[in-house]
T-cell receptor
Framework: AQSVAQPEDQVNVAEGNPLTVKCTYSVSGNPYLFWYVQYPNRGLQFLLKYITGDNLVKGSYGFEAEFNKSQTSFHLKKPSALVSDSALYFCAVRAFTGGGNKLTFGTGTQLKVEL | DARVTQTPRHKVTEMGQEVTMRCQPILGHNTVFWYRQTMMQGLELLAYFRNRAPLDDSGMPKDRFSAEMPDATLATLKIQPSEPRDSAVYFC??????????FGEGSWLTVV
């Protein structure tokens, strides 16, 4: 069975500082990894994905994520945080297993960026 | 701008009533998901369709929930009878196999 762990329920960071939101995964086969963001009372919005190729992937709003196969991690990063980045962030993994390829989400990390 | 459309956006209903939520996936997408989000449980996968065929509904309470895709442009999630513990946000999402899936804005259900 595939799974995703987001070890931090909340991450606090000052505006202008770099931010990291952690994610580790467990899956059989090659993982397809995703980050989504959810603003209050909204649906999940796609940020970025890793399918294959360069381990550093860039996404929307200046976010990037680094795929590390040996550590089975896919941490989300941004060099300089903005107050508007405050939201709930979900890491997800998808892999082709048997007859299905469902997307499994982590529990989410609440990011709070303060002035 | 293609998007997943969900109706209703908000629903308040009395316990015991039937609730039907509808989803129009993005045209051309062949996988459709139903997720439920609550504060306590987070995001739970309820059902998953590929090419309109149900592949996984193991997360769905079978006695009261049902999910169908009558055609490629419509997915439905029904709860009958509804209970207060069903109060949650229900998300539909669509995508292509092993690619990004895109979420709708959700159906916010309150059962009183």
């Amino acid at each position: 069975a595939q799974s995703v762990a987001q070890p931090e329920d909340q991450v606090n960071v000052a505006e202008g500082n770099p931010l990291t939101v952690k994610c580790t995964y467990s899956v059989s086969g090659n993982p397809y990894l995703f980050w989504y963001v959810q603003y209050p009372n909204r649906g999940l919005q796609f940020l970025l994905k890793y399918i294959t190729g360069d381990n550093l992937v860039k996404g929307s709003y200046g976010f990037e994520a680094e795929f590390n196969k040996s550590q089975t991690s896919f941490h989300l990063k941004k060099p300089s945080a903005l107050v508007s980045d405050s939201a709930l962030y979900f890491c997800a993994v998808r892999a082709f297993t048997g007859g299905g390829n469902k997307l499994t989400f982590g529990t989410g990390t609440q990011l709070k960026v303060e002035l | 701008d293609a998007r997943v459309t969900q109706t209703p956006r908000h629903k308040v209903t009395e316990m015991g009533q039937e609730v039907t939520m509808r989803c129009q996936p993005i045209l051309g997408h062949n996988t459709v998901f139903w997720y439920r989000q609550t504060m306590m449980q987070g995001l739970e996968l309820l059902a998953y369709f590929r090419n309109r065929a149900p592949l996984d509904d193991s997360g769905m309470p079978k006695d009261r929930f049902s999910a169908e895709m009558p055609d490629a442009t419509l997915a439905t999630l029904k709860i009958q009878p509804s209970e207060p513990r069903d109060s949650a946000v229900y998300f539909c999402a669509s995508g292509l196999i092993l690619d990004t899936i895109y979420f709708g804005e959700g159906s916010w259900l309150t059962v009183v």
